[in-house]
């Protein structure tokens, strides 16, 4: 049976959590196949607020298996706390959380050289999230890291001491002013080992192939946003990982000609968080109301996202890049209020008129031009079907389809599972 995939399209924060957790009843399986706890996918349901971190946003479904795949690291003090907040709410999660043992771990260390990294950069940094993500994947290239299935080995401590004094020479090396109590860290990290330990390892690639042969259906949920992919994005203003729709394959051990939908999210404007070019981003009033209206902070960092108009010709590369089947509209109830909207359409790239994503979309080289269309007042948080729709937002979804000549299936109108369209 297919795997279906869905990810985001722009920078991050489409709202992959809720439309994970939307669609968590069509599936068997929602697999994690990238990033880490950089990652905040936030859910709202019956009135409260959910944010995971590293798990798969199926795990408040029943009778549904949520796999965190080898293309995710770990970090193991963190993942407990995503448990612990589980535990609280009553989710059963030992059942149908199961962990690939080729996932690698993120150690207190990577952590630390995240930071000093990042301080010595001064203001060249990139706006890592300091979660130790890039060091973790270092290691992995470098053929360094520590694995999941490692832990269960007798000798893994002699590894981890190895590879950690390795990590405090290398911070030396930046000689910036990097304050820790290693000990201390270890004490949090080998405790919340011991309660990774009691979750379920699997060699994922075999259960996965073994759970496409008995006719499961299988979500693979990625985190970030396609314009954050490693090679693809915005480098060096990037994540650690392939976001896109390859990433799926390598980071869960599935085969190309296995892939079935390809579900794309967006917002109906665009965010980013951190550093990194961004041609259509507003810094007036209008910009300052996307995101108080759209309460653009991040999950995991807490910091403001700046906020634009929706960016075409971004997004019909991110399109390209993923093969994405259907479209599926977040916030677009933020744009309510708005007489009139923005679309950028096209791109004056040095002089030249052009409708694909450049080499370098630095602000010195690009210029966005813009078609602009007619808004909508009405209160969309209410309306459950698409019927109900303004004509302005009919006009403005089918202006997105004809651009991007793909059906956009699905549109959100507020952050609770219920404010969900499906046209």
């Given at each position: 049976?297919?795997?279906?995939?869905?990810?985001?399209?722009?920078?991050?924060?489409?709202?992959?959590g809720?439309?994970?957790?939307?669609?968590?009843?069509?599936?068997?399986?929602?697999?994690?196949?990238?990033?880490?706890?950089?990652?905040?996918h936030t859910?709202?349901?019956n009135?409260?607020?959910?944010?995971?971190?590293?798990?798969?946003s199926?795990?408040?479904?029943?009778?549904?298996?949520?796999v965190?795949g080898?293309?995710?690291?770990?970090?193991?003090?963190?993942f407990?706390?995503?448990?612990?907040?589980?535990?609280?709410q009553?989710?059963?999660?030992?059942?149908?959380?199961?962990?690939?043992?080729?996932?690698?771990?993120?150690l207190?260390?990577?952590?630390?050289?995240?930071?000093?990294?990042?301080?010595s950069?001064?203001?060249?940094?990139?706006g890592?999230?300091?979660?130790?993500?890039?060091p973790?994947?270092?290691?992995?290239?470098?053929?360094?890291?520590?694995?999941?299935?490692?832990?269960?080995?007798?000798?893994?401590?002699?590894?981890?001491r190895?590879?950690a004094?390795?990590?405090?020479?290398?911070?030396?090396?930046?000689?910036?002013?990097?304050?820790?109590?290693?000990k201390?860290l270890?004490?949090?990290?080998?405790?919340?080992?011991?309660?990774?330990?009691?979750?379920?390892?699997?060699?994922?690639?075999?259960?996965?192939?073994?759970?496409?042969?008995?006719?499961?259906?299988?979500?693979?949920?990625?985190?970030?946003?396609?314009?954050?992919?490693?090679?693809?994005?915005?480098?060096?203003?990037?994540?650690?990982s392939?976001?896109?729709?390859?990433?799926?394959?390598?980071?869960?051990?599935?085969?190309?000609n296995?892939?079935?939908e390809?579900f794309?999210?967006?917002?109906?404007?665009?965010?980013?968080?951190?550093?990194?070019?961004?041609?259509?981003?507003?810094?007036?009033?209008?910009?300052?109301?996307?995101g108080?209206?759209?309460?653009?902070?991040?999950?995991?960092?807490?910091?403001?996202?700046?906020?634009?108009?929706?960016?075409?010709?971004?997004?019909?590369?991110?399109c390209?890049?993923?093969g994405?089947t259907?479209?599926?509209?977040?916030?677009?109830?933020?744009?309510?209020?708005?007489?009139?909207?923005?679309?950028?359409t096209?791109?004056?790239?040095?002089?030249?008129?052009?409708?694909?994503?450049?080499?370098?979309?630095?602000?010195?080289?690009v210029?966005?031009?813009?078609t602009?269309?007619?808004?909508?007042?009405?209160?969309?948080?209410e309306?459950?079907?698409?019927?109900?729709m303004?004509?302005?937002?009919?006009?403005?979804i089918?202006?997105?389809?004809?651009?991007?000549?793909?059906?956009i299936?699905?549109?959100?109108v507020?952050?609770?599972?219920k404010?969900?369209?499906?046209?």
């Amino acid at each position: 049976m297919a795997v279906d995939l869905l990810l985001g399209l722009q920078w991050g924060d489409e709202g992959k959590g809720k439309i994970v957790d939307v669609l968590t009843s069509k599936y068997n399986i929602i697999a994690r196949f990238q990033g880490g706890p950089n990652a905040g996918h936030t859910l709202v349901f019956n009135g409260k607020k959910h944010v995971l971190h590293t798990i798969p946003s199926g795990i408040f479904h029943e009778n549904t298996a949520n796999v965190v795949g080898n293309g995710v690291v770990i970090d193991p003090v963190i993942f407990k706390k995503e448990l612990d907040k589980l535990e609280e709410q009553g989710v059963d999660y030992k059942a149908s959380l199961l962990i690939s043992r080729k996932a690698h771990i993120i150690l207190p260390t990577h952590r630390l050289l995240d930071a000093a990294s990042e301080a010595s950069k001064g203001k060249a940094k990139i706006g890592s999230t300091l979660k130790g993500i890039g060091p973790t994947y270092m290691d992995k290239t470098g053929r360094n890291g520590i694995r999941v299935g490692d832990i269960e080995l007798a000798d893994w401590k002699d590894k981890y001491r190895a590879l950690a004094d390795k990590h405090e020479a290398m911070i030396a090396f930046y000689n910036v002013d990097i304050q820790y109590d290693l000990k201390e860290l270890e004490n949090e990290f080998f405790e919340a080992i011991k309660v990774l330990k009691t979750l379920k390892f699997i060699d994922s690639e075999e259960y996965l192939h073994q759970a496409q042969k008995a006719g499961q259906s299988i979500l693979a949920e990625g985190a970030q946003g396609s314009l954050l992919d490693i090679d693809f994005g915005t480098y060096p203003f990037v994540t650690s990982s392939n976001t896109t729709a390859a990433g799926a394959c390598t980071g869960l051990g599935i085969a190309p000609n296995k892939i079935g939908e390809v579900f794309g999210i967006f917002k109906a404007y665009t965010t980013r968080v951190g550093s990194g070019p961004f041609p259509t981003e507003l810094f007036d009033e209008v910009g300052e109301t996307m995101g108080r209206v759209g309460n653009e902070f991040g999950a995991t960092t807490g910091r403001p996202r700046r906020c634009g108009w929706l960016d075409l010709v971004a997004l019909r590369y991110a399109c390209q890049v993923n093969g994405v089947t259907q479209l599926i509209m977040m916030k677009g109830d933020v744009l309510s209020g708005f007489k009139t909207l923005k679309i950028c359409t096209a791109y004056n790239y040095k002089g030249q008129v052009i409708e694909h994503l450049p080499y370098n979309i630095e602000a010195e080289n690009v210029t966005p031009i813009y078609t602009e269309v007619k808004g909508w007042n009405e209160n969309l948080t209410e309306m459950t079907e698409a019927s109900k729709m303004p004509k302005a937002l009919n006009d403005y979804i089918a202006f997105l389809e004809k651009e991007l000549e793909i059906p956009i299936t699905i549109v959100s109108v507020g952050p609770d599972r219920k404010q969900t369209i499906v046209r």
